[in-house]
């Protein structure tokens, strides 16, 4: 079992920045991905960004050029750095860690972002 603690969410202006961190309870080490989705109301939950085992990074074009993925396996941290927000980006964000396909998915409990225009 693995737990995943998520921080950093919160309320910012249009423009600003935001650091979303994410803490799992175990070794990272072996996943297949890991990364971040975000739901917003009404809409149906969505990838953000991914991180391959290797470290090949994935990104919605929503959020391209603005947000980065990045881990760290000593601390068995998954971070998202989210630059230049707009309203749009307003969801609760969810992280992930993925042991497929000889083990399953854990989620964190989401947290929230808000982005006034």
């Known amino acids: 079992q693995v737990q995943l603690v998520q921080s950093g969410g919160g309320l910012v202006q249009a423009g600003g920045s935001l650091r979303l961190s994410c803490a799992a309870s175990g070794s990272i080490v072996g996943t297949k991905t890991l990364g971040w989705y975000r739901q917003a109301p009404g809409k149906q939950r969505e990838l953000v960004a991914s991180m391959a085992a290797l470290g090949t990074t994935n990104y919605s074009n929503d959020v391209k050029g603005r947000f980065t993925i990045s881990r760290n396996i000593r601390e068995n941290s998954v971070y998202l750095q989210m630059n230049s927000l707009k309203p749009e980006d307003t969801a609760v964000y969810f992280c992930?860690?993925?042991?497929?396909?000889?083990?399953?998915?854990?989620w964190g409990q989401g947290t929230q972002v808000t982005v006034s225009s």
């Open positions: 992930y860690v993925d042991f497929a396909p000889y083990g399953r998915a854990y």
